[in-house]
């Protein structure tokens, strides 16, 4: 198993910053790709950015141009920077590992953003 501690979320205004940090049990190389999700209330739970073992990274249109995703090896940690955010950026952050390696996907508890206008 895998598991998966988040940090770094909290009260912004729009147009701020903020970066989130998610530290895995397990070595980042044993993981074959972590992300960030996010789920709004009354809204699905939808990708925000994603980096592979390849280091190849994927992001939401939405997020494109204002937020980055990066690791830590030594660390085993992926960390999310948020720049210029909106209020819609509000909700609760979920970090993600695939980690076929160590049986399925994992996620973390949640930590909530709040941006306010």
């Known amino acids: 198993q895998v598991q998966l501690v988040e940090s770094g979320g909290g009260l912004v205004q729009a147009g701020g910053s903020l970066r989130l940090s998610c530290a895995a049990s397990?070595?980042?190389?044993?993981?074959?790709?972590m992300g960030w999700y996010r789920q709004a209330p009354g809204k699905q739970r939808e990708l925000v950015a994603e980096?592979?073992?390849?280091?190849?990274?994927n992001f939401a249109d939405s997020v494109e141009g204002r937020f980055t995703i990066s690791t830590d090896n030594a660390k085993n940690t992926v960390h999310l920077q948020m720049n210029s955010l909106k209020p819609e950026d509000t909700a609760v952050y979920y970090c993600?590992?695939?980690?076929?390696?160590?049986?399925?996907?994992?996620w973390g508890q949640g930590t909530q953003v709040t941006v306010s206008s």
């Open positions: 980096i592979s073992s390849g280091s190849r990274t």
């Open positions: 397990r070595s980042i190389f044993s993981i074959n790709a």
């Open positions: 993600q590992a695939k980690a076929t390696r160590w049986g399925g996907v994992y």
